[in-house]
Nanobody, 120 residues
């Protein structure tokens, strides 16, 4: 059974940083790409970033490019999202998801999310 557990959310000031983690279990972690997405109440899900199964490449939404960095530790079955230069518009519920294959395209399992609030 696939399980994805996000952590690391919280309150940050504009310009501040947070590091999200997603701990995975129930599948061969190193074989699958992973992604982060976010959602604001009343709005659709926004894709944020993706990483290939081996960590060789990452992709980002234009809205976070240059500020967020996604990484993974296949020995620890964990993916991370380092968020710097946070803006109020980054406030959202952040989810991690498992892809269907090695590339960060279609996804089939989602975590419960961790809340990020950026406010002074």
């Amino acid at each position: 059974q696939v399980q994805l557990v996000e952590s690391g959310g919280g309150l940050a000031q504009p310009g501040g940083s947070l590091r999200l983690s997603c701990s995975a279990s129930g599948f061969t972690f190193s074989s699958f790409a992973m992604t982060w997405a976010r959602q604001v109440p009343g709005k659709g899900l926004e894709w944020v970033s993706g990483i290939y199964n081996d960590g060789s490449a990452t992709v980002y939404a234009d809205s976070v490019k240059g500020r967020f960095t996604m990484s993974r530790d296949n020995a620890q079955n964990t993916v991370y999202l380092q968020m710097n230069s946070l803006k109020p518009e980054d406030s959202a519920l952040y989810y991690c998801a498992k892809a269907k294959a090695y590339a960060p395209k279609e996804y089939d399992s989602w975590g419960q999310g961790t809340q990020v609030t950026v406010s002074s």
